[in-house]
Structures are given as structure tokens and as C-alpha cells.
């Protein structure tokens, strides 16, 4: 049974999946401090959270059967996802449930502060008829400047379109095709500072993205401008805007999050009557709480099920049409990797991948995850994954190298895993073959045809006529039965392998006594559990 702890308020409808599967436990423990969540994190398999828990080294190095932390919205910065990566904990977000929700309302922010909507709300209900104070703006006609031009930017984009505005975008990676289609203007962030009569920020919080507003900006703004940040505080530096503000350069400002949050009770924001004010609401709504939540729920029960999953932030992205290319070799990939790793001796110093036949065209970074992972796993057991196998690659020098081929040797896509230690080099190809399924086609200079599964036998010989019936003597004599055998040669009477799978494991006295037997010159067991 495996066991979720929910840390943050997350929306019941959306978990239900989680609460009714037979094989998981769901304990809901909201408001915990880090050292309550020490205490207990060691018993779950995943953790739940929104914004509020900070995930912390401490609570992952306590978290010990921890293997997935899922973050039901957009941002991870409450979770220290370099800690994860090397626990080799996968961490995974919501990216698109609450898209429409926070672009709704840094749109509800900005026409709040065109028309001073929450200033003239609460005069109005003290029973001030104040008409004069609270003269707006339009929006039509206005230059709103969009910094992010991601999911939420683009949404308030085509809003704002709708409101007749006209939209100036910038973002690194906007290209003038889907500005054209957005139909927005792409511009600098110079231009965005100096043109805009509203800003709205939409990345997420980088050291490049911290204080990209801040005084030198606020000097060259249209003044009477209007700013909103519902993205993450720090973005726009908060003292510098109250100065902006004090000076008549920036009209009005609305900010859903802060650099702190919650702000301090004399954060300057909380009395300035051009500043409007929401407590991180940006994504709080029934709809966006749900759709974040399953999200969610779907992949932390396809991560403790071992199934393929989306969205891992510590993982680069894979685009679904490459997924469906690699992803049916993941399980080869991994296979080659401790198949290659049992017949090798010694300290790895390299890893030589070579991709050979279709699998050269696309991006295989994924699955040169999965074969370093079999690699390592020998030794390192289930401290290694998909998500650390490369980190721990690296920190133990190991160099991975990875080669590309058009050619692959009379099959449609072949696979090569080269492994170098400072004492030998060790070799093994796989493919799938179609209706056979994964099949090891080499192993060092000997073509064979094998199935990596279960136990299988390794014994090298001297191409000579009775080999087979000594070898099959000796494992009967042991009660050891044979399901497959293959030979494989390069040239008659010279060296040559046996792979033999069997049905059970080979005890280590019948692997001596094959050593022993004439002819035969090493016997090794490969074992797939
Ligand atoms: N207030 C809330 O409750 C709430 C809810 C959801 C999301 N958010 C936050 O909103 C932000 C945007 O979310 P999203 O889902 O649109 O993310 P996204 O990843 O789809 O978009 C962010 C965009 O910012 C761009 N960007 C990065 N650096 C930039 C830079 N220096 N200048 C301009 N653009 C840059 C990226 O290229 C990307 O396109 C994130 O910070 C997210 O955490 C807040
Ligand atoms: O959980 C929340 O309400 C915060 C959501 C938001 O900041 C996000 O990044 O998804």
C-alpha cells in the first residue's frame, strides 16, 4: 500500500481519484511546521502540496521512501528542487489548470485599478457617496505591455484584445509567427517600460526576472501608469513602485503576491491608497483547484505505479510526438544498462551510447536517462532513477558519452551500451524486434538473439563439438532447467559465447564448476529482476 500525505489545502473533488485507489492511503495533515513534517514524512511514498509547505532538504532527507512531491498549481519555488533532483525525487507541477483562472484575475486586477473599484467599495459601504475621488480610465485605446508571454501572459493577451487594447509582448522564447497570430506587437522590455499605459508581469521569479522593474525602469514610464503583478513577488521591486507611486510616475499598482508572503503587517503596500491588494488568490478558483488537483492526483498514481508520467519539473520536458518514438525502448534502455553493468569488472569511468536507425533522429536524451540508470543501478540499487541517474553519473565522474547513427545494421532502430572501466570494456546491443519484442543482438564482438528477462547464463568457450551437451549436463545435474539457448561465434572453432536463460537462479558452486569444465573459459550469470 502506498502512502500520500495531502500538506496543503487541496480541493477534495480533485484528489477523489487518489482517496479510491485500492493501493494508495491518503492522510490529509494540513498547517504542519518543517519539524512536524520530519517527523512523519519517513512513512509516505508522495507528498501533495500547494504553495504554503516549503519542501525543504531536511524534510526530503527524512522523506526516505519519498519518490514523488507534486505541486498542485504552476510555480515550485516552495519546493528545493535541487534537493529533489539528487534524492532522486521526482517533483511534478500543474502547468496548465489554473491558466485561465490566473489570467482572469490579473485581468479582474487591472480594471479594478482603472476604475478604483476596491478604494470606491469601501467608502461606499461606510456610507461615503464619494462620485469625485475615483475618476477611471479606459482600457480601450491603451498600450498594455505583457512581460511573459507564457500560458497566463498570452490569455491576458487575447482579453485585452477584446477590450480594444492595443498589446505589446516581450519574452525570450515569443517568436513574430505567434505574436502575428496573437495579434500583438513584439517588443523589447525597453519598449514595453517606456510605451505601456498598463504593464502586467507573467514570468516566473529567476535571478534574471528579480527586480526586471525597478527604479531605472519606473524613471522612463509613461506617467500615470498602471502596473499588476500577479506572477511572483520580486518581480517588480516593491519599494522602488511605493517611490514611483509617492512621485506620480505609476498611478496605480495591484499585486496578488510578494516577496514575502504574507507581507509584513507595515509592508508599505497595505497602506497606500494607489496600491490594491489580494492575498495570492490568483489561482483560487473552484474550477482551477480542481483541475490542478486531478492533474495532480493522475500522475502521482502514475509515478507510484511505475507508469509514465508528464509534466516532471526536475526532468527536462520530452514533446509528446518523441515520447511515442523513445519511450517503447525505455525498458530495453534500462535493461542493456544492467545487463552491461553485471559482465563488466571494475569502477565505470564511461558510458558509450550509440543510437543507431530511427532512434538517431530524435532527441534521446530520456532514454539515455533510463540506461544510465541500469547501469548504476547495480550498485547503487533504488537510490538511483530517471530523475538522478545523470546527476549521480556526474558526481561520480563518470563521463557519458553519446553517439548517433544512421545505420542500424540490418534492424530498424539498434541500441549500443559501451562500458569502459579502468579495467575492462564490456559491450551489449538491443533492439525490439516486432512480435518479439526487446531482443540483445550483441554481446562484445558475438552476434545472439536473447531475450533480456530473467536469469540468464553467460558461458565463454572454445568453439568445439560437445560444448552444448557438457553445459546442459552439468545444469541438469543441478536441477536447472533450460528454457533458451543460443550460440554465437565470429569464426568456426575459434572463441565463441552461450547465453543460456534458465528458469531459476544458478548457484554460485555451479558457476565454478562450469569455469572448471575443459573448454569453457569464464561463465557468468545476468540477472533481471
Ligand atoms: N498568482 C497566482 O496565484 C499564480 C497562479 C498561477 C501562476 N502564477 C505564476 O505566474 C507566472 C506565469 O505562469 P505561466 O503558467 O504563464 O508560466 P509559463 O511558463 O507558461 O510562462 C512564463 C513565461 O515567462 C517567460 N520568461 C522567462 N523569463 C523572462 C524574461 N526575463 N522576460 C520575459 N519573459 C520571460 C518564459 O519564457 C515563459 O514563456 C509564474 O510565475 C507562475 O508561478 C501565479
Ligand atoms: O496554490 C496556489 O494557490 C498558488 C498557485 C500559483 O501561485 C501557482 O504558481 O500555481
Redesign the pocket.
Known amino acids: 500500500m502506498f502512502k500520500v500525505l495531502v500538506s496543503d489545502p487541496i480541493s477534495d473533488f480533485g484528489i477523489q481519484q487518489l482517496m479510491d485507489a485500492p493501493d494508495i492511503q491518503v492522510d490529509k495533515n494540513t498547517g504542519l511546521s518543517e519539524d512536524e513534517l520530519v517527523a512523519i514524512i519517513g512513512q509516505y511514498d508522495a507528498l501533495l502540496v500547494r504553495s504554503q509547505t516549503k519542501v525543504t532538504p531536511r524534510i526530503m532527507e527524512a522523506g526516505t521512501k519519498l519518490r514523488v512531491i507534486g505541486r498542485a498549481?504552476?510555480?515550485v519555488d516552495n519546493i528545493d528542487l535541487q534537493a529533489a533532483t539528487q534524492r532522486g525525487i521526482i517533483v511534478i507541477n500543474a502547468?496548465d489548470g489554473?491558466?485561465i483562472t490566473?489570467c482572469e484575475?490579473a485581468f479582474a486586477m487591472m480594471m479594478a485599478i482603472a476604475r478604483h473599484i476596491p478604494q470606491a467599495y469601501e467608502k461606499t459601504i461606510k456610507g461615503i457617496w464619494d462620485r469625485k475621488s475615483f475618476l477611471g480610465v479606459e482600457l480601450r485605446n491603451k498600450t498594455l505591455g505583457v512581460?511573459?508571454?507564457?500560458?497566463?501572459?498570452s490569455e491576458v493577451a487575447k482579453r485585452a484584445k477584446a477590450f480594444g487594447m492595443n498589446i505589446i509582448g516581450?519574452?525570450?522564447?515569443m517568436t513574430d509567427e505567434r505574436a502575428d497570430k496573437l495579434g500583438i506587437k513584439l517588443g523589447s522590455?525597453d519598449d514595453i517600460i517606456r510605451q505601456a499605459d498598463f504593464i502586467t508581469v507573467?514570468?516566473?521569479?529567476?535571478p534574471?526576472?528579480k527586480h526586471?522593474i525597478a527604479r531605472p525602469q519606473f524613471e522612463v514610464m509613461k506617467p500615470g501608469m498602471r502596473i499588476i503583478n500577479?506572477?511572483?513577488g520580486g518581480v517588480i521591486d516593491e519599494l522602488a513602485l511605493v517611490e514611483a507611486i509617492d512621485r506620480g510616475i505609476v498611478a496605480g499598482a495591484a499585486f496578488?503576491?510578494f516577496e514575502v508572503e504574507p507581507p509584513a503587517p507595515d509592508h508599505p503596500f497595505l497602506s497606500n491608497p494607489n496600491i490594491i491588494v489580494t492575498p495570492?488568490?490568483?489561482?483560487s478558483t473552484v474550477e482551477a483547484q480542481e483541475n490542478v488537483a486531478i492533474d495532480v492526483s493522475e500522475q502521482v498514481i502514475c509515478i507510484l505505479r511505475d507508469q509514465p508520467f508528464k509534466n516532471a519539473v526536475n526532468m527536462p520536458p520530452v514533446p509528446a510526438d518523441v515520447l511515442n518514438k523513445i519511450q517503447p525502448y525505455f525498458e530495453l534502455g534500462e535493461k542493456l544498462g544492467i545487463f552491461v553493468s553485471q559482465l563488466s569488472k571494475g569502477p565505470v569511468v564511461e558510458i558509450i551510447v550509440n543510437y543507431s536507425g530511427e532512434l538517431a533522429e530524435v532527441d534521446t536524451q530520456p532514454l539515455t536517462r533510463y540506461i544510465v540508470k541500469g547501469v548504476l543501478q547495480q550498485h547503487l540499487g533504488s537510490n538511483v532513477n530517471v530523475v538522478n541517474s545523470m546527476h549521480l553519473a556526474k558526481v561520480r565522474d563518470i563521463n557519458i558519452l553519446v553517439q548517433k547513427s544512421n545505420v542500424a545494421k540490418g534492424f530498424t532502430n539498434l541500441i549500443t551500451v559501451t562500458l569502459r572501466t579502468n579495467e575492462d570494456e564490456r559491450l551489449v546491443a538491443g533492439t525490439l524486434l516486432n512480435g518479439y519484442g526487446e531482443r540483445i543482438v550483441q554481446i562484445d564482438k558475438y552476434p545472439v538473439d536473447v531475450a533480456p528477462e530473467g536469469h540468464l547464463l553467460l558461458v565463454k568457450h572454445n568453439d568445439k563439438p560437445g560444448m552444448i551437451g557438457s553445459v546442459g549436463t552439468l545444469l541438469g545435474n543441478n536441477d536447472i532447467n533450460i528454457a533458451t539457448m543460443q550460440v554465437g561465434r565470429k569464426i568456426v572453432g575459434g572463441s565463441a559465447i552461450m547465453v543460456l536463460s534458465v528458469d531459476r537462479a544458478v548457484p554460485k558452486e555451479v558457476i565454478e564448476q562450469l569455469k572448471t569444465t575443459p573448454q569453457i573459459n569464464k561463465a557468468k550469470e545476468i540477472v533481471f529482476q
Open positions: 498549481g504552476v510555480g502547468p489554473n491558466t490566473t484575475h512581460l511573459g508571454m507564457g500560458r497566463i501572459g516581450y519574452d525570450p522564447f522590455v507573467h514570468t516566473p521569479l529567476t534574471e526576472t526586471m500577479c506572477a511572483r496578488d503576491v495570492h488568490l490568483g489561482a
